[in-house]
């Protein structure tokens, strides 16, 4: 519907101790009904800075908001 929304955004992080950590996230908002959302969104981290053991992580999301 027209308050559905699909959404990509990317952040780069300057790292003290190692490489640089890059971000991505997509997510997509469903309104449901209008009272109702739920947002699904998947992220990849490059290099996470606190996970030094790891080149690569992912990351799944599942959030819901109602209005009252």
């Known amino acids: 519907g027209p308050q ?3 959404g990509l955004a990317t ?3 300057d790292v003290k101790s190692g490489d640089d ?3 991505t996230e997509a997510y997509y908002l469903w309104a449901v009904i209008p009272a109702v959302e739920i947002t699904f969104n998947f992220q990849w981290i490059a290099n ?3 996970n030094p053991d790891n080149n690569n992580m992912t990351v799944a999301g599942l959030r ?3 209005t009252l």
């Open 4 to 6: 559905n929304t699909l």
């Open 48 to 50: 996470p800075g606190l």
């Open 64 to 66: 819901a908001r109602i």
């Open 21 to 23: 950590q890059w971000m």
């Open 11 to 13: 952040n780069w992080s």
